[in-house]
């Protein structure tokens, strides 16, 4: 089945540092969406990107979809704790347009 | 207040007592979708429902059931539960399940532990 690659499966940053998280998909997506889960919560909605090579900033946190559309980046500046927390990417494939396939998540601790 | 509703949040069972988590959502949502958490498995979809009396299957839907028969309410029927499904399940909704839809909304979770 289509499945969508995410990595990686943990990152433990200092406080200010910057963090990334990559999600890879064989075939192409219709579009992807992004969501965080805080320890002990649920997956809460970040973002959604549709369009080839498409790049949204929501403070510290920067979404990019590649030109391709098969693969999808999440940037944050200047982690800090409130950052913690585990980061979803959901593609959603033409064929499939009505499912969301979730990436594996990374796992992301900010060290004070 | 917005919101997706599960219950129970947790339980403990034992192999073959059927149980059922329900899960109601109070937006007048179309889609209703559930998923199980998995450590290093992510999210991986059970069922899901476009609308009233519409359901399909996600990606492990083995050993388990879905109805629709409101459009508030998706439960999610474990007929004969089995340790394998000892699982954090997710419950969630979205205004349309069509191309390019909009966000899902997830409830709080329901642990479920399976001996």
């Known amino acids: 089945g289509q499945q969508v690659m995410q990595i990686p499966q943990y990152q433990h940053v200092q406080e200010g540092e910057d963090f990334t998280t990559y999600c890879n998909s064989s075939?192409?997506?219709?579009?992807i969406q992004w969501y965080k889960q805080r320890p002990g919560g649920h997956p809460v909605f970040l973002i959604q990107?549709?369009?080839?090579?498409e790049v949204k900033k929501q403070k510290r946190l920067t979404f990019q979809f590649g030109e391709a559309k098969k693969n999808s980046s999440l940037h944050i500046t200047a982690t800090q704790t409130t950052d913690v927390g585990t980061y979803f990417c959901?593609?959603?494939?033409?064929?499939?347009?009505?499912?969301?396939?979730f990436g594996s998540g990374t796992q992301l601790t900010v060290l004070p | 207040e917005a919101q997706v509703t599960q219950n129970p949040r947790y339980l403990i069972t034992v192999t073959g007592k059927k149980l059922t988590v329900t899960c109601s959502q109070n937006?007048?949502?179309?889609?209703m979708s559930w998923y199980r958490q998995d450590p290093g498995l992510g999210l991986r979809q059970i069922y899901y429902?476009?609308?009233?009396?519409?359901?399909d299957k996600g990606d492990v839907p083995e050993g388990y059931k879905v109805s629709r028969k409101e459009k508030r309410n998706f439960p999610l029927i474990l007929e004969s539960p089995s340790p394998n499904q000892t699982s954090l399940y997710f419950c969630?909704?979205?205004?349309?399940?069509?191309?390019?839809?909009?966000?899902?909304?997830f409830g709080e979770g329901s642990r479920l532990t399976v001996l």
């Open positions: 969630a909704s979205s205004l349309r399940g069509q191309v390019i839809s909009g966000e899902l909304f």
């Open positions: 075939t192409t997506l219709s579009n």
């Open positions: 990107l549709v369009k080839s090579g």
């Open positions: 959901a593609g959603r494939y033409s064929g499939s347009a009505r499912q969301l396939t």
């Open positions: 937006m007048n949502h179309e889609y």
């Open positions: 429902s476009m609308n009233v009396e519409v359901t």
